[in-house]
């Protein structure tokens, strides 16, 4: 009898419904959710199956000041949740008393993780900038070594002396010269680009010239494996691996950029390799890759894959970094006339302490430029107001109790 009382209500259902009330009741149960989704949760709007996408594809012009505000509405931290499928949900955070905790307090308890890697893992390798545990720590002990020493900071000085003198003062004087409108930031980028690649490899991939800025395939495939590389970070992994299997689309893209970049990283490692073989030592050379590899520089051994990784890493911290602290350090200067006017009073009194010098050269001593603090103050306000890498990406090891009580599940970003 209940089936038979079943069978007819459903008959009735088949009867009566259509494919519009389906639909209409789809579109209630969703607004349903979005609604109750707004109320209950603080932070940027979580829609169904897209979670954040849309409202990030809204702000994606401002996205930085849209983080920014977003926290500080919701009193420092979000939740947040990726494309569905997309194995991506946690909290983003402005907290100090978080960020603390999970950068220093819990360091260890929270690594890049698998979610950062595996985006990045085709482009960088094992390289320091992708590495986690043990590999990081190797890496990161023997960089720091390294970059440390008397030998490689007198390096990095002269290196960047000489680009100076060479390129960028020649290039903004004819700039100058002929009134010409230029594009700041491109002109930095390519000097730390060239500053970067020289102390790391000690090979100058010329993005600089003297009196032109000519089209380098190193450094604009370079460009485009990182810009392709983080474009992995919004497309779920559902899309964006079969794309990279089947070869077709941004992975295309991806993928020749990353076979120039290999390449022409693999060629200065095999070179190198080849000099220390035919030397027998490289303690004529200072920049990174040669003191790595000798093999008495350091306790950790490097190999030619390694150090690959670990220099691509190093020029992919580098060289973005420094251009973009520059170019806004320089709109504020701009914008702020009295602080300029003060730290040229700083520099001048630096200058007039020395027995003689040529006014149309100067290069400051380390010590020299220890004694800027007005100067030291001013970037690290720079720094402050508009951050290099104004977001971290960190993924819970393990469950974890955050200040203020808010609960981090393992594998939670």
């Not at 350090?329 to 040529?358: A, G, Q, S």
Request: aromatic share 10%; hydrophobic share 45%.
């Amino acid at each position: 009898m209940a089936v038979t009382l079943f069978e007819a209500i459903w008959a009735q259902v088949r009867h009566n419904l259509t494919l519009t009330d389906v639909a209409f009741a789809m579109l209630l149960l969703f607004f349903t959710r979005v609604a109750i989704q707004r109320l209950t949760t603080k932070g940027p709007m979580l829609w169904p199956i897209l979670g954040i996408i849309p409202t990030f594809f809204v702000h994606r012009d401002n996205a930085y000041d849209w983080v920014a505000d977003s926290t500080a509405r919701c009193g420092g931290t979000f939740p947040y949740r990726g494309m569905w499928l997309g194995r991506s949900n946690g909290i983003v955070t402005a907290d100090p008393a978080i960020v603390e905790h999970i950068l220093k307090t819990r360091f260890a308890n929270f690594p890049k993780g698998r979610y950062y890697q595996e985006r990045f893992a085709d482009f960088l390798g094992e390289g320091i900038f992708n590495a986690d545990g043990r590999l990081w720590r190797e890496q990161r002990r023997a960089a720091t070594a390294e970059m440390h020493s008397a030998r490689f900071t007198a390096y990095s000085a002269g290196t960047v002396t000489d680009l100076l003198r060479r390129k960028l003062l020649p290039l903004l004087d004819e700039l100058s010269a002929a009134a010409a409108t230029a594009d700041l930031q491109n002109i930095l980028l390519r000097f730390t680009f060239d500053n970067i690649c020289t102390a790391a490899f000690g090979v100058d991939p010329g993005c600089l010239g003297t009196r032109e800025l000519p089209d380098v395939p190193f450094a604009r495939a370079f460009e485009e494996a990182t810009e392709l590389s983080l474009f992995r970070f919004i497309v779920p992994p559902f899309i964006w691996k079969p794309m990279r299997l089947l070869n077709v689309g941004t992975e295309r893209r991806l993928k020749t950029a990353i076979q120039t970049v290999h390449a022409f990283a693999e060629k200065t490692v095999s070179d190198r390799r080849t000099e220390l073989q035919k030397l027998g030592s490289l303690d004529e050379r200072s920049d990174l890759l040669s003191r790595l590899m000798n093999a008495d520089s350091t306790s950790v051994s490097f190999s030619d894959k390694l150090l690959k990784d670990f220099c691509i890493s190093l020029i992919l911290a580098g060289r973005d970094t420094s251009s973009v602290a520059l170019v806004w350090f320089f709109w504020l200067l701009h914008r702020h006339p009295h602080v300029e006017t003060r730290i040229v009073d700083e520099i001048t009194r630096i200058v007039k302490k020395r027995c003689c010098c040529d006014s149309d050269d100067i290069v400051f001593t380390v010590d020299e430029v220890k004694k800027m603090e007005y100067l030291h103050a001013a970037l690290s306000e720079s720094l402050r107001l508009y951050p290099s890498v104004p977001i971290d990406f960190k993924e819970a090891a393990e469950d974890d109790v955050l200040p203020g009580g808010l609960r981090c599940g393992r594998g939670g970003e």
